[in-house]
């Protein structure tokens, strides 16, 4: 029984918290302050929904574009000249040589 006394104590001191809120029905301007604030709030999380779009496409983008381009060929006998103008891993292995990501 006094646990349920305590946790009954304990709700009431939260909606303590509440208690500036009914400023707002007394003051128009507060309720005004608190509108806009609200209002402002849907249109900035709408603008940061957009902008994580936009942030996801050019990733996925740069990703696409830039796959495998930030490795080299590393052949350990050089007999051929033209390993380093091989730019993928494929044609890496087929000259014998090593991909190496940096």
């Given amino acids: 029984?006094?646990?349920f006394r305590a946790s009954g104590l304990a709700v009431l001191r939260a909606l303590r918290v509440l208690r500036p809120l009914r400023l707002l029905r007394r003051s128009s301007g507060l309720r005004l302050v608190a509108e806009c604030l609200a209002?402002?709030?849907t249109m900035i999380l709408?603008?940061?929904g957009v902008a994580l779009i936009v942030y996801f496409a050019l990733t996925v983008l740069g990703?696409?574009?830039y796959k495998g381009t930030f490795g080299?060929?590393?052949v350990e006998q050089q007999t051929t000249t033209f390993w380093k103008d091989v730019t993928n891993?494929?044609?890496c292995l087929?000259?014998?040589g090593?991909?190496?990501r940096r």
């Fill in 46 to 48: 709408c603008i940061i």
């Fill in 1 to 3: 029984f006094d646990s």
């Fill in 39 to 41: 209002n402002s709030v």
């Fill in 63 to 65: 990703v696409s574009l």
């Fill in 89 to 91: 891993k494929e044609k």
């Fill in 72 to 74: 080299y060929c590393f």
């Fill in 98 to 100: 090593m991909w190496i």
């Fill in 94 to 96: 087929e000259i014998g």
